[in-house]
């Protein structure tokens, strides 16, 4: 049972737009941590999509999207493109664990 | 190039110990706080410990805790995480992963290497 809750899963046909959430807690995204979204290819290491709830690292496209409001993220992916067929993480920190907490991950299928 | 190479990963006999080490370069390995995260076969991530660039500050999870010691040696830009007393649960790929400065986002990421504990 992961503290930050993602759907296991969703799918978008190509050029949809999907959203992944995240639901966190008032000792974690409610308490005003950032939350932090990572790509993860299959049989690859994660990758920063987005970080301080809505900010792109250099060469992440402009079709991934974050945002925050509450106790909950989301991650938004417009245009969808074969090669976003992934697992997506949600990350943040949680202040009565005293350390970063994951989301259980959510994976995306291109139909 | 801006790299972290993790080793040190391999079978283990329940109850056993492991040290993994993972080696930085392309930036100024002292400056950055540094994190150990894993994830099991088939599963999700899990941050495992958390080391502040000067030692100062360290974390575990609550699976981890009195088992795994993280610490670094900056002189050698390097990452090191002590694992005793290792539970078939340990099973995983274990990543060492970098700290932004400007936020507490994991930016880069190691290949990972894989610690089996079984009979």
């Known amino acids: 049972q992961s503290v930050l809750t993602q759907p296991p899963s969703v799918s978008g046909a190509p050029g949809q737009r999907v959203t992944i959430s995240c639901t966190g807690s008032?000792?974690?995204?409610?308490?005003?941590?950032?939350v932090h979204w990572y790509q993860q290819l299959p049989g690859t290491a994660p990758k920063l999509l987005i970080y301080?709830?809505?900010n792109r690292p250099s060469g992440v496209p402009d079709r991934f999207s974050g945002s925050k409001s509450g106790t909950s993220a989301s991650l938004a992916i417009s245009g969808l493109q074969a090669e976003d067929e992934a697992d997506y993480y949600c990350?943040?920190?949680?202040?009565?664990?005293?350390?970063?907490?994951f989301g259980g991950g959510t994976k995306l299928t291109v139909l | 190039e801006v790299q972290l190479v993790e080793s040190g990963g391999g079978l283990v006999q329940p109850g056993g110990s492991l040290r993994l080490s993972c080696a930085a370069s392309?930036?100024?390995?002292?400056?950055?706080?540094m994190n150990w995260v894993r994830q099991a076969p088939g599963k999700g991530l899990e941050w495992v410990s958390y080391?502040?660039?000067?030692?100062?500050?360290?974390y575990y999870a609550d699976s981890v805790k009195g088992r795994f010691t993280i610490s670094r040696d900056n002189a050698k830009n390097s990452l090191y995480l002590q694992m005793n007393s290792l539970r078939a649960e340990d099973t995983a790929v274990y990543y060492c992963?970098?700290?932004?400065?400007?936020?507490?986002?994991?930016?880069?990421w190691g290949q990972g290497t894989m610690v089996t504990v079984s009979s």
């Open positions: 008032s000792s974690n995204i409610g308490a005003g941590y950032d």
């Open positions: 301080g709830n809505s």
């Open positions: 080391i502040s660039s000067s030692s100062s500050t360290i």
């Open positions: 392309g930036f100024t390995f002292s400056s950055y706080s």
């Open positions: 990350q943040s920190y949680d202040s009565s664990l005293s350390g970063s907490v």
């Open positions: 992963a970098r700290a932004m400065i400007v936020d507490d986002a994991f930016d880069i």
